[in-house]
């Protein structure tokens, strides 16, 4: 597939908010043709690409992508992109244009309750809202997971490095998102869900000769700051599931669905089971 920058506007429908900077959007335009050029187009043949001169609210990430409207569209917001490494962008902003090719349409972003999770919101009294929070970091843990394999098979490697290392480097707010959670076994399971999301798209480097003793040193770091006993669950979840994905993305997620609820949720809820027992131990680390 032959795209050019300067035929892009037929390919890339750009928008962009406030002051946005041409040449660094020029910049970012030529990774994302570079990129759709050797990996193919995005699932629809267009994508939508709102460039903002500035995020907003709570989004903690530089570039989003997703595909509610029944197109795939990617959000890079500049104030952060200028905050990061170059190399921590580029792999970011291509890790969009994968999305975009892999998860391009709605069904990838409304992804029914699996067995399991209704059954775990009857037994334990889960509410709605939380079961969709842990849907959903289990979702895009399967998909960043399938993204960071996609661009390393298609030979981007150093820059996708780059990308893990700085996802599984500690920052203060994690760090006091868990002092915050750590007390509620609801938020407990909530933000255990998240740390599987952020820390899947490393994954896939575990089992890379040259990277993967350093990349298995950088997880357990991110993790570093959890008791035992949530550690050994995430890393269990890591190994036995994650690690044994296969090509079928929603297959994926229903499987890190199941493990979430068997070594988390039923032992944070089930107090005939280890719930007390946990809820104590957490309290006095």
């Known amino acids: 597939m032959a795209i050019t920058v300067e035929g892009v506007e037929n390919f890339v429908k750009l928008k962009t908010f406030g002051n946005v900077d041409g040449k660094l959007t020029e910049k970012l335009l030529n990774i994302m043709v570079e990129c759709y050029e050797r990996l193919g187009p995005p699932m629809t043949y267009s ?50 244009v994968a999305h975009s090719i892999l998860h391009g349409s709605p069904e990838y972003y409304k992804i029914k309750f699996p067995t399991e999770l209704k059954q775990a919101m009857q037994t334990y009294g889960l509410p709605e809202n939380l079961a969709t929070e842990i849907l959903y970091g289990a979702a895009m843990a399967a998909k960043e997971y399938s993204v960071t394999k996609f661009l390393v098979d298609g030979g981007y490697f150093e820059d996708q490095v780059a990308y893990a290392k700085y996802m599984l480097e500690p920052t203060a707010e994690e760090l006091q998102a868990w002092e915050m959670a750590k007390s509620n076994p609801m938020a407990r399971i909530v933000y255990l869900a998240m740390t599987l999301r952020d820390i899947s798209c490393a994954v896939p480097l575990l089992k890379k000769l040259n990277i993967g003793d350093e990349i298995r040193k950088c997880l357990e770091k991110r993790l570093g700051h959890l008791p035992d006993v949530y550690r050994v669950a995430l890393q269990r979840m890591v190994d036995e599931t994650i690690q044994k994905f296969s090509e079928d993305t929603f297959k994926n997620i229903y499987n890190l669905v199941e493990a979430i609820v068997e070594n988390i949720i039923q032992k944070e809820l089930e107090p005939s089971q280890h719930g007390t027992e946990t809820l104590r131990r957490v309290e006095n680390e």
């Open 47 to 96: 994508v939508n690409l709102n460039i903002f001169e500035a995020s907003s609210g709570g989004n903690g990430f530089f570039a989003s992508h997703d595909a509610l409207q029944g197109k795939p569209t990617i959000n890079i917001y500049l104030d952060k992109v200028l905050s990061l490494p170059p190399n921590v962008v580029e792999g970011g902003i291509r890790r969009q």
